[in-house]
């Protein structure tokens, strides 16, 4: 199944557990947000909209981007601020980026893709700027037949020792623990970085 498609709109739409945006505006997107500097947020693969929608809801200045044109159109038909893009290009995006979200997105790329990814957000952030990944522990990532890349904490600070970004802080969410992301899926591995330009 191709990430793009309609099929995996569906899939998406389909495959969350009932009282998963009760969770994720209560107990997660808040914790999500705090990392985040003044100023606008980019949602950088922003699936089915749920944190653009958090972001509206709780008065930020927010646009999103997307590969898939099916969640781009259902999102605009719900009036949020979003493009077709490609997270390895960032081409719809002219401003500099002071705050991003990539939320179950990097561990759907190779590793040449995630090298674009990272040299797409150096060429297009502010200094200082913020970017949280979130990305699925070892159960969630064996989970999903559209993973292809399980990444981990050395391959983030590799990449941000490659493109001038900074690691910050990494936490796992809900429990703080690599073990319990080996046998819970729905565990998340969060990294905060943060951009310098010289």
Known sequence: ??????????????????GRDMYLNTFFYPKIVKQFNKGPVVDLGFGTGAFLRYLKSKGYEFSGIDSNPYLVDMNKKNGLDVSLDDVT?????????????????????????????????????AKDGILVVIVP??????????????????IISDFCKKHGAQL???????????FVGSILYL????????????
């Open 168 to 178: 910050i802080d990494s936490f796992c969410h809900p429990f703080n623990s690599r």
């Open 1 to 18: 199944m191709e990430t793009n498609s309609e099929d995996y709109k569906k899939h998406l739409e389909e495959k969350y557990l009932p």
């Open 137 to 154: 522990d070892k159960k969630g990532y064996q989970r999903d037949p559209t993973h292809k890349t399980f990444v981990t904490k050395e």
């Open 89 to 125: 290009v960032l081409s719809s995006i002219s401003k500099p980026i002071q705050n991003a979200i990539c939320d179950n997105v990097l561990e759907h790329l190779d590793m040449e893709q995630i090298n674009s990814f990272f040299a797409a957000c150096k060429s297009k952030y």
């Open 187 to 198: 565990n998340m591995q969060v990294f905060v970085m943060k951009f310098s330009k010289t």
